[in-house]
């Protein structure tokens, strides 16, 4: 089993920045790709950013140029640097990771006031 823990959520004026971080530990031998999705209220959840083991991006549109997905594989960990904050970007965020199986964070509250 692979347990998840997220940090770094909070609440931020428009403009401002965040960083999230996501640590994995338990039974883990190899963790591939790893993620970030939010869900606005009355929304579905949506992919923001995911990251390959080697290194490769992928990011939503919304959030292309302000926000910024990276891991350290040595420590199971993925970050997600979010810079240039807007209201619209208010979401519980969920962190994703592929590790033989499909894990969850807890989620992790972002909440952008104009």
């Known amino acids: 089993q692979v347990q998840l823990v997220e940090s770094g959520g909070g609440l931020v004026q428009a403009g401002g920045s965040l960083r999230l971080s996501c640590a994995a530990s338990?039974?883990?031998?190899?963790?591939?790709?790893m993620g970030w999705f939010r869900q606005a209220p009355g929304k579905q959840r949506e992919l923001v950013a995911g990251?390959?083991?080697?290194?490769?991006?992928n990011y939503a549109d919304s959030v292309k140029g302000r926000f910024t997905i990276s891991r350290d594989n040595a420590k199971n960990t993925v970050f997600l640097q979010m810079n240039s904050l807007k209201p619209e970007d208010t979401a519980v965020y969920y962190c994703?990771?592929?590790?033989?199986?499909?894990?969850w964070g807890q989620g992790t509250q972002v909440t952008v006031s104009s």
């Open positions: 994703n990771v592929f590790a033989g199986a499909n894990y």
């Open positions: 990251i390959s083991r080697g290194g490769m991006t």
């Open positions: 338990g039974r883990i031998f190899s963790i591939g790709l």
